[in-house]
């Protein structure tokens, strides 16, 4: 199906259905960007801001922003370095820019092995074949490590290559290891740490969609730092102002207001950049607060 092109429109490419998909969804809405129609479609435009959606495989994401069909990409820069490693071995151009990483998407890559095979260091792997959707990032760990081992590339389903017998190790995307304790593999090694990024294509743009990134990047700035931020509002004896404010968490210049109909006390409103525990609050009411509120902030603009 032929894309038409927006000169104007940014494009940005995101996972059509996965484990990206939904968290890049939120976080273009929580840009206060709307896109209606259901993901049936490859191309969706917004109807509130300039730009277009493309959905495709995560894996299509690299060489859709590298090659500059896609302006922009949201990926895992499991598959982002993988791509361009893979493209520097075939000469091809691999030049892209991390606009920013975001604070989703969180796994690691990493050498597993059946639970009751030893293992001491990376020079066990040595004459073994490793099972891997992530051919070029494990040849270069056995680079760095100088081991020689055979790299058997698997598309899916690389946990199960040791029962089958197609090899003796995997490297593959972990997050919690239920996968790999429910296939009675450990893993022993992390090769590669990742999370998703806003992947920004090195081809020039015009103008207008310099600007439309810049405002995106300026709220997608806002939004990720209003995550785990808390607004927090106490009411303070003076005399433990001091010692209150120490406690607040990642806060600068809290506001100082006066209590109607109490000249000992002070309301207190701070923004807290970090997240506020009970113990936190606990250790304020220690030192005199009360009537302490901790409350979410949805965006922020400094
Ligand atoms: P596609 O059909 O788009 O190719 P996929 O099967 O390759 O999908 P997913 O399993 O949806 O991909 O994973 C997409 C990305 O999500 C991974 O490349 C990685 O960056 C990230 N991710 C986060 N947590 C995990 C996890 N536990 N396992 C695998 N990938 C994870
Ligand atoms: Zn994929």
Known sequence: MPVTSAPNRLRLAVQKSGRLSTDSLELLASCGIRVKSPKERLLLHSDNFPIDLLFVRDDDIPQLVMDGVCDLGIVGTNVLEEAALERRTQGSASGYLVERPLDFGG??????????????????????????????????????????????????????????????????????????????????????KSTAVLLRSTHQLPAEKTHTLEILLRRIDGVQKAAGAKYIMLHAPKTALAEIKKLLPGSENPTVLPLAGDESKVALHAVCSEAVFWETMESLKKAGASSILVLPIEKMML
């Open 107 to 192: 796994c690691r890559l990493a050498i597993a092995l059946p639970e009751e095979k030893p293992y001491a260091s990376a020079k066990d792997l040595q004459g073994l074949r490793i099972a891997t959707s992530y051919p070029q990032l494990t040849k270069r760990f056995l680079a760095e490590q100088k081991i020689s081992a055979e790299v058997v590339y698997l598309s899916g389903s690389v946990e199960i290559a040791p029962r089958l017998g197609l090899a003796e190790v995997i490297c593959d995307l972990v997050a919690s290891g239920s996968t790999l304790e429910a296939n009675k593999l450990r893993a022993v090694e992390t090769i590669f």
